[in-house]
C-alpha cells in the first residue's frame, strides 16, 4: 500500500478548492453517525459475549481446603485426599458437609 508522504499530501490538498473541501468535510461529517452506529451494532453482541464468558466461574485450584479461606465460586480444594469443587462462594464449609456447596470432582484412591 502506498501512503503519501507528508509532502505529497500537502501537495494534494494545496490543489483542492475551499468548496470541494466543504464539501469534504461536509460528507465526513453526515458519514460519522451511521459509521459509528454500524461499528457500535457490530461490537455491542461481541461486548455482550465477552462480559457473559467474564462473569461464568473460572476453574481455580487453591491448594489444601482452608477453614478460614473465602472461596469464590469455581474453586478447586483438595481435603482428605479427595478433589472437591464449588459453584457458590463460601466459607468455613468443609467439602463433604454443610450442604450443596462442595461437589466431589476426584475421589480420593486407595493404596
Not at 505529497?8 to 468535510?25: G, T
Not at 491448594?63 to 485426599?81: E, N
Amino acid at each position: 500500500m502506498n501512503v503519501p508522504t507528508p509532502e505529497e499530501r500537502c501537495a494534494v490538498e494545496a490543489r483542492v478548492s475551499p468548496q470541494r473541501r466543504a464539501e469534504i468535510e461536509g460528507l465526513v461529517k453526515s458519514l460519522a453517525p451511521v459509521i459509528g452506529d454500524f461499528v457500535l451494532a457490530a461490537i455491542t453482541p461481541l461486548r455482550e459475549r465477552i462480559t457473559e464468558l467474564e462473569s461464568r466461574p473460572t476453574l481455580r485450584y487453591l491448594g489444601i481446603w482452608d477453614a478460614s479461606r473465602t472461596y469464590p465460586p469455581g474453586s478447586f480444594v483438595t481435603h482428605a485426599g479427595s478433589i472437591w469443587h464449588t459453584d457458590a462462594q463460601n466459607s468455613g464449609i468443609r467439602p463433604g458437609e454443610g450442604g450443596n456447596f462442595w461437589r466431589l470432582a476426584v475421589k480420593r484412591g486407595t493404596k
